[in-house]
Structures are given as structure tokens and as C-alpha cells.
């Protein structure tokens, strides 16, 4: 860790956004985990993104399980309402929160061990549920709070730092994602901010299940020759299929669709995700069609990136269970606690 | 764009902003870090290397460092550099057998140095120990030049002037007092192997209005009158004193008024404040003490009854102000008389070389001002060569010093029949600071403590004595806040391409978000990637990355030197080294052949 906390300094030329605040404004306490760790650098883009989306800290919800990744809930929007979870279990407290005030903008930060093994069932129905989060499992390969075993997002024949061959099959997070219904699928990588800092305020901004699986390499157990999870190994087998764009309901927009390269879906806030298709020929609103992508990809080196799949028209999971569309703190005491009597009533019903 | 080459001395001696403002090129951060260690003595000395003059300068320099200062472009006010300065040379210890000494034999060579100001000084204090002969002509019967005559000893003390002097002069230069030279030709016709002249610009500028040589009497030429009252030929003015003109010297002027007996003190300017040429720090030193300052008042006459200055017409100006602030019409509105007993003409100074005769040999130019290389300070005659203000006019003790290296080295080369053009280069070495994983040994977390003021003696007890010295210095709790403002530019962020994993931890940790990691493009999209607006400031392009050929840049405008990039990077590719700036001096320039036949 650092010597010393980094300082907020405001420059002559410092950029406000729209509520006024600045990029450090969205910092949080300083990061304990190794210098180099991929983790800083998604933290460092969901903090940009926020910035950049004009969202409030004090309007926004982080929540994570266990590990090194949810660690990093503190490590941005020091002022957001944030909670961290039991091993696995951060999906059912999200669900939980968004129930209670949908109003808010939910994070959820996890890893690839809290997310496919102990948590796996969770995250499963968190999606099937499309719940309206954004959850971003930064994908390591290895359990790095633990000295790097193998997670279940360890590829075939990739090697621990001491040589052992792993020789079980991966879980691949998007093939999940998209086998159960998520509506938003994406895959990146933590040295790609160009590609990530857009991508989460996509992922932000779209109502129901957002699932961004983000390469994030280990700098201390697996970042090796013999990785599948490392700087070198993602920069070099790294493939862009789609990019994604956010475009704000007031900004203008300038872009023509008519190339074929590029399209606009319309989200639930009136803005856009502009996606230009780096690969022609992938149409990303179709599942069957990403979910055939995804596995060939998973037959060759090639890391597909970018927006695999987007699906805008299936109502997430507040709308189809007709939860009210507003906090439970805006209720009147009266109105959340019915009483004694209308509970008895209730409680004859199964009588 | 091309990868920056950081092996050209100028690229990090850039970076240190207040370094590469000093004309002197005193390595500010260095001295710095000494007086936080309480290594006072170590500090002056490595501050007289460049300087000279560390205990005067530490009072009156003109500071172009502090503006420059980095501090200011991430908050508002600089590092007090110059009061640091002080701190130096206040605490020091007996340093005299730390100077050089007389040397036991001279080289036989002879240096006139013609007047006792700073540069003749400097020339001296780097031949002398050499083995030169240095002999000074001084007009007046003590030594000292502007820095006597032209700075009240209520900023300027005689004996800290006179230590730094005799440290000079201990090193066995012949200083001949109360005698001036009379005719530049027939000192040639002495055997001297080269002349210096460090005279100065002693011709202060006179204001030819209706009523000026009625009134002559009241009316006084800013530096001669202060001049007088150094020597103590003049100790008291009139009750009502307007000071024309709102230089430093003018601050000067003024100050020195209340204490010869003024009750009111108003200082006239022309122009308003933004146009004003005295220091900020000098003229908020004279408001202290209740001069006013007048604005937009444009001398007209002279007013006088029976041959006596009894007041002043001025006319009243308004400007129109352009959006870069330049003045772009100017109109007069009406006129003001203001009554007064005195008038000190503070509007400028020339250099005047009355003793030069016409055909010496020595070119002027079309003012009457010699002709003289910027490089090597030499005259049109060959072995006369000029510094300080007696070259290109007024500048300030500091330029002086400056000039006095660069004319040592040259009259050593010419003494030696070398090429006085080839002079070593600047030179740089860069040394590591890391002491263990998160440890450097500078003190790199950013320290957001606001600048210190100066405590001043009380204004009824500073007007008791003319010598009574207004600044007290620094207290020792200052000391040590201020020291932490520095921020250690010349701890340079050292960038190993080959070494980079690309992780972007450093992009992520730096305070000021001045990093990045693009592809190479032309100048205005890499600066456009890291938000760099100043185009003063350089933008730094590393070679190719190892893994996607992208560059790393960094700007290096607002750049703390915290090193949190370095303390962030898991494979050291950047690290935090002491670039220390080597300044060419009179005694490194031997075997420089060689060096140059190595180059060729």
C-alpha cells in the first residue's frame, strides 16, 4: 500500500460534471491491494463512469461478497450507501436493497470465485430474475486473497505460478449469462479503458441484468507465462467485436446508423447505446446468435470482447412483479405497517 | 509524436521550474531538502555554488523562481524560496574554512574588475581561488554597488552584505576603494590580461517638465538620493513626499521617506496596478507601512512659489483594457494638483559608460549601449568583457551573478587562448531516491499546507532607525511547514518503456491524472488525452510499450513528484531519481578539447 493517502488537488483547469462535483470526487479510501492489480483499474473506471454519468454518490448503492475484487467497494464513491456480504450472497442483498428503493443505482462488485462457485446458484438467479444492477465480476483465473489456486474461471491447461497444469473446465461467465436470461452481456478487460469506462455507464444505464465479465489480471499470482489471465496473454489474444457507447438523452446526436456498422438501442431513460460492430456481421440483439459467438470463441486463443449482447424489451424484475416504483422510506409508517388486526387476517388465510 | 529525450539536460531542468527561472540557476529543491534535515550550512553552501550571495539574496532578490514555482499551478501561492534562502544563511555555522582559499601562487594572470557590485564580485570569487590576480576599482569608499547604495539597509543589513563580501575578498582579491577609473584607454595600456566592466546603470532618469529646474532644489533623482542616504549625506525630507513612478525602486524611495522624517508618502502611477512594475511582495510592504499608491496620475508640471516645490499637476488618466490585458486607448479627464514638499523621480535607469572614451575600441550600439555577446559577455575589444547591468541595462543582482559565471569562464579561456564559444554544456546525472518499497529519501506525500508569511518588526519601532531591519526572518515552526510545500521537482519521474505491463496502476493512483497510456498520435491529441493546457509545459512520449505498441505520456505541468506512480508500479518501470543539473563554472573547464574531439 502507498506511503502516504492520495490527495485531493484541484487543478486550474479541473472538469465539473454535471452536478458540479469532480473526477476525485468519486474516489474512495486508498486501495490495499498489490501495486498492479488489475481490480484498481476497474475501480478507476466505474469511478470515471459514475463521474461521467452525473450520478450523485449519495445515489448510488455498491455491493460485493468476498475477495479481493469486493474488496474494492471502498476504494470508490466514498460517500455511496454500500454494503459487503457474506461469501457468495451479494446478488440476494442487492435484489433485496433494489426492492426497497428502486430509485437508486445499483453496483455489484465481485470476482470469479465469489461468483462461480460458492455464489454461482446466486448470480444465476439474479439474472434469470433480471434484476435492474449492474455486476461487474472482475476475472482472474485464481483465488488471489488466498495465494492462487485456481478458480472455476481457470481456461484449460493455463498453470498456477508453481507450474500446475489445470486440467478442469471453465465456467465461462457470458455463455452463463446468456444460457439464463441476462439482458445485458459484456465482456472486457481492466487495461482497456476505452472500452470498459463506456461499457459500465451502458451497463449503468440499462434496465434490467447487466453482467460485464472484466478480464482483471493478478499481478501476484497469475500473471505468468503460463497464464491465460495475464497482461501479456489478454493484450495479445484481445478481440474488440463490439463497441458500446452511451449517449446521454440530451446530447445530440450526430452519428448516421445507415453503414451497417453502426446501430442505436434505445434505453428505458430515452438515451442511447450506440453500438459499432468492430466484426461484421455479429447482430448483438440476438441471443442465439451471441451465444454461438461465444462459443466458437471459446474454441480458439481469441478473447471476444465488447457488447456480445443486449436486450432492452424484457422487463426487468420490478416491473414484471409490479413492486411499487418508489422507496419504502417515502411510505407513511401507517401504510408500511398494517397492524395487528389486518395481520391476523392474513395469518387465518393459511389457516 | 517522437519519444521525448530525457538525456538532454534541458528536459528535466525544465521540470524544475524554479531552477530553470533563476538566471543563477540555483538548484532550489536540493538546498531545499538540506534545511529541512537542519543541515543549514550544507544548504548555503550548495546555494553559493550558483549564487554568491546567498544571506543578501535571501532578503532582496528579485525571485523570478517564485512565480515559476510549480506549487502555483496546483493551488495558489508559491513555495517561499526565497525566504527559505534566509533561513540558510541565518542559521548557518561558521562555513569560512568550507571556502575556497587563497591559493598559496598565483597564475600570474591580471583581472581589473571595474566597480564593487555583484558581478565584479562573482567574476572574482570564481577566478581568485583559481590563481588570477583580481584587482576591483571601486568609485566609492565602500564596496557593495547597487546592493549599498540602491537597497535601504532596512531590507539590507551593511553586515550581512559585508560577510558575504569578505568571504570574496578573504579568497585574495585586491579591492581598491575610492578609486575610480577615469579612462578606459588608459587602463588597457596597463598589464592586465583582461578587463571586466560590472559598473552598473547609476544614471537614474530625469522627468523634464515646466517648473523642474525652478524647484530643483525638492526635487530628487530616486537612486542618487538614495545613494545619499546610504552614505549618510542626506538624513532627513520634507513632511509631504509624492515618489514618481512605481518601480521597485520607487517602494524603495518611499520606505525610506518615512523614515527620514515624512508624516505622508504618495506614490504616483501613471497606469493602474496590473501595469505596475514593482514586485507584488514590495509594494504590499510599502502599503504596510500606510504609503498610498495613486493610480492613473500622469505628471504634468511642477508647481512652485519663489523657487520652492510646493506641489504637483497631474493629469487624470482612464485606459481602455483589451481581454489580454494590453492598454488600447488612453484618454485624460481632468487634472489634480497635489501639494507636496518633496519629489523623488523613480522612473528608471540607464547604464552610462562616461569614462569609455569614443575610439577604445569598445562598439556601442545606437543608445549608447555597448555592444556585448549574449554567450560570452566579451566587448568589440577583444579581452573587455561586460556583466551585470553595465551590459544590457537594469536587470537585478541575480542576472548580475549570472552574468559574472559566464564571464569568468570566458576570461579564463581567453587567458588560455581557447575558443571562448566552446563552453561545456549543462550536464545531468540522475541518482536513485528509493530506499525500500514504499520509501524515498525525499519526503514525497504531498503536504497541502498554505505559504507562510513573514513576520515584520512593529511600525512604530521600524521607523526609530533607518537600519532597523523590518523582516524578522522565519521562526522555526515556519521553517518546517514551509519546507513540506516544496514539492521535490527535481525528483524526476524516470520512465523505463521496456519494463511497462500496461496495468495502468499509475494512471489510476496520480493525483493530478497527468498520465496516460494512448496510441502515438501528433502533439494536440496526446495533450488533448491527459488534459494538458499549458503549452509552456512539455508533454512527455515514451518509447513503444512492449505489449500494444501504445506510448505512455505524461504531463508534466502539474505533476506533484509524489511518486505514487512509482510506489503503484509493479515492475519499476517507473522510479523517482534526483536529476542534479551540473552549471557550467569557470573551474570545470579544463580538457574540454578532448570532450569535444570525443563528441566529433
Given amino acids: 500500500m502507498p506511503s502516504f493517502t492520495k490527495p485531493k488537488i484541484h487543478l486550474k483547469n479541473e472538469k465539473k460534471n454535471d452536478i458540479g462535483l469532480i473526477r476525485a470526487d468519486y474516489d474512495g479510501v486508498m ?45 470508490f464513491m466514498k460517500e455511496a450507501h454500500g454494503n459487503n456480504t457474506v461469501h457468495g450472497r451479494m446478488p440476494s442483498v442487492a435484489t433485496g436493497a433494489m426492492a426497497a428503493n ?102 449503468l444505464k440499462h434496465k434490467g441484468f447487466a453482467l460485464i465479465d472484466v478480464i482483471s489480471p493478478c499481478v501476484s499470482f497469475n500473471d505468468h507465462k503460463g497464464s491465460t489471465k495475464s497482461y501479456e496473454h489478454t493484450y495479445k489474444y484481445y478481440h474488440k467485436a463490439v463497441h458500446a457507447d452511451y449517449v446521454p438523452p440530451s446530447a445530440e446526436i450526430r452519428a448516421s446508423y445507415d453503414d451497417g456498422k453502426t446501430m442505436p438501442i434505445e434505453l428505458h431513460d430515452g438515451g442511447l447505446i450506440n453500438l459499432r460492430k468492430l466484426d461484421s456481421g455479429y447482430d448483438p440483439t440476438d441471443r442465439a446468435s451471441a451465444f454461438s459467438k461465444v462459443l466458437e470463441s471459446q474454441q480458439t486463443d481469441e478473447i471476444l470482447t465488447g457488447l456480445l449482447y443486449i436486450d432492452e424489451t424484457t422487463q426487468d424484475f420490478a416491473t414484471r412483479k409490479k413492486l411499487p416504483g418508489r422507496g419504502l422510506n417515502t411510505y407513511p409508517y401507517e401504510e408500511l405497517n398494517p397492524g395487528a388486526d389486518k395481520m391476523k387476517d392474513l395469518m387465518r388465510e393459511f389457516g | 509524436m517522437k519519444p521525448t529525450d530525457t538525456s538532454d539536460p534541458d528536459y528535466f531542468h525544465k521540470v524544475v521550474d524554479c531552477q530553470w527561472a533563476c538566471p543563477a540557476h540555483t538548484p532550489v529543491p536540493a538546498y531545499i531538502r538540506l534545511i529541512a534535515q537542519g543541515r543549514y550550512s550544507d544548504a548555503y553552501m550548495l546555494n553559493r555554488e550558483s549564487n554568491v550571495f546567498p544571506g543578501v539574496l535571501g532578503r532582496v532578490c528579485d525571485r523570478p523562481c517564485e512565480p515559476a514555482c510549480r506549487r502555483t499551478r496546483v493551488e495558489e501561492e508559491p513555495v517561499a524560496i526565497c525566504r527559505l534562502k534566509r533561513v540558510a544563511a541565518d542559521h548557518r555555522d561558521d562555513i569560512t574554512d568550507r571556502l575556497p582559499k587563497k591559493p598559496a601562487k598565483t597564475n600570474g594572470k591580471k583581472i581589473a574588475l571595474i566597480g564593487a557590485g555583484p558581478a565584479s564580485f562573482t567574476v572574482a570569487n570564481d577566478l581568485a581561488p583559481m590563481g588570477y590576480e583580481c584587482t576591483i576599482f571601486e568609485k566609492f569608499d565602500k564596496p557593495g554597488g547597487l546592493m549599498r547604495t540602491n537597497i535601504p539597509a532596512f531590507r539590507l543589513p551593511e553586515n550581512v552584505l559585508m560577510e558575504e563580501i569578505g568571504y570574496i575578498l578573504d579568497m585574495g582579491v585586491d579591492l581598491k576603494l575610492g578609486t575610480p577609473v577615469n579612462s578606459m584607454k588608459e587602463l588597457l595600456k596597463e598589464d592586465y590580461d583582461a578587463v571586466f566592466v560590472g559598473t552598473g546603470a547609476p544614471k537614474g532618469k530625469n522627468l523634464s517638465l515646466p517648473g523642474r529646474e525652478e524647484a530643483d532644489a525638492n526635487i530628487h533623482i530616486g537612486i542618487e538620493w538614495l545613494e545619499s542616504v546610504a552614505f549618510e549625506h542626506i538624513d532627513k525630507i520634507g513632511k509631504e513626499v509624492l515618489i514618481i513612478g512605481v518601480g521597485n525602486t520607487a517602494m524603495d524611495c518611499c520606505r525610506t521617506s518615512l523614515r527620514l522624517g515624512a508624516d505622508s508618502v504618495k506614490v504616483m502611477a501613471r497606469k493602474p496596478r496590473a501595469f505596475f512594475k514593482a514586485s ?65 523621480l523613480a522612473i528608471g535607469q540607464n547604464n552610462a559608460f562616461p569614462w569609455i572614451e569614443k575610439d577604445a575600441g569598445i562598439e556601442f550600439d545606437k543608445w549608447d549601449v555597448p555592444v556585448v555577446d549574449k554567450v560570452t559577455f566579451e566587448s568589440s575589444q577583444k579581452g573587455v568583457f561586460f556583466g551585470g547591468d553595465a551590459a544590457f541595462g537594469p536587470l537585478n543582482i541575480i542576472w ?109 493512483i496520480c493525483p493530478v491524472e497527468c498520465l496516460s497510456i494512448v496510441p502515438n498520435a501528433e502533439e494536440p491529441v496526446l495533450r488533448d488525452a491527459v488534459n494538458a493546457t499549458n503549452p509552456d509545459q512539455a508533454l512527455y512520449v515514451s518509447e513503444d510499450l512492449p505489449y500494444t505498441g501504445r506510448v505512455m505520456i505524461k504531463d508534466e505541468d502539474v505533476c506533484l513528484h509524489c511518486g505514487l506512480c512509482a510506489e503503484r508500479c509493479p515492475t519499476a518501470a517507473w522510479d523517482m531519481q534526483e536529476g542534479i543539473i551540473t552549471i557550467p563554472h569557470a573551474d570545470d573547464q579544463n580538457a574540454l578539447d578532448k570532450i569535444f574531439e570525443a563528441a566529433e
Fill in chain 1, 31 to 75: 486501495s490495499t491491494l498489490c501495486a498492479g492489480c488489475g481490480h484498481d483499474s476497474v475501480t478507476a473506471a466505474m469511478a470515471r463512469a459514475f463521474f461521467e454519468l452525473s450520478i450523485g454518490p449519495h445515489k448510488a448503492v455498491k455491493v460485493s461478497g468476498i475477495g479481493c475484487s469486493s474488496k474494492t467497494t471502498s476504494y
Fill in chain 2, 280 to 344: 507584488p511582495w514590495e509594494l504590499e510592504d510599502a502599503e504596510e507601512e500606510n504609503v498610498d499608491i495613486l493610480v492613473n496620475h500622469s505628471p504634468k508640471a511642477f508647481v512652485h512659489e519663489n523657487g520652492k516645490l510646493t506641489g504637483m499637476v497631474f493629469e487624470l488618466m482612464e485606459y481602455d483594457v483589451d481581454e489580454n490585458g494590453k492598454i488600447t486607448d488612453s484618454r485624460v479627464t481632468g487634472e489634480k494638483t497635489i501639494a507636496c514638499t518633496d519629489v523623488i
Fill in chain 1, 102 to 203: 428502486p430509485h437508486f443505482t445499483y453496483i455489484g462488485v465481485s470476482g470469479d470465485g465469489d461468483s462461480l462457485s460458492i455464489g454461482a446458484g446466486q448470480l444465476v438467479h439474479a439474472m434469470r430474475r433480471n434484476i435492474n444492477m449492474l455486476y461487474m465480476l472482475e476475472n482472474n483465473g485464481v483465488y488471489g486473497l488466498t495465494k492462487g489456486q485456481f478458480s472455476a474461471a481457470a481456461d484449460l491447461g493455463s498453470t498456477a505460478k508453481k507450474g500446475e497444469v489445470n486440467n478442469l473446465a471453465p465456467i465461462d461467465p457470458c455463455a452463463l449469462a446468456l444460457s439464463v436470461g441476462a439482458t445485458f452481456v459484456a465482456r472486457s478487460f481492466s487495461g482497456d479503458k476505452e472500452q470498459l469506462v463506456p461499457l459500465i455507464k451502458a451497463g
Fill in chain 2, 400 to 508: 548580475a551573478v549570472r552574468h559574472g559565471h559566464e564571464a569568468a569562464i570566458s576570461i579564463h579561456k581567453y587567458c588560455h587562448g581557447e575558443s571562448l564559444t566552446q563552453r561545456r554544456p549543462d550536464q545531468l546525472k540522475l541518482e536513485p531516491t528509493k530506499m525500500g518499497m514504499f520509501e524515498w529519501r525525499y519526503s514525497n506525500a504531498f503536504d497541502d499546507s498554505e505559504r507562510r508569511e513573514m513576520d515584520h518588526v512593529a511600525l512604530t519601532e521600524r521607523f526609530s532607525n533607518l537600519g532597523t531591519e523590518v523582516e524578522l526572518g522565519f521562526s522555526p515552526e515556519k521553517i518546517a511547514t514551509e519546507v513540506q510545500r516544496c514539492l521535490n521537482c527535481d525528483v524526476q519521474t524516470v520512465f523505463d518503456a521496456p519494463k511497462c505491463t500496461e496495468c495502468d496502476a499509475c494512471i489510476d
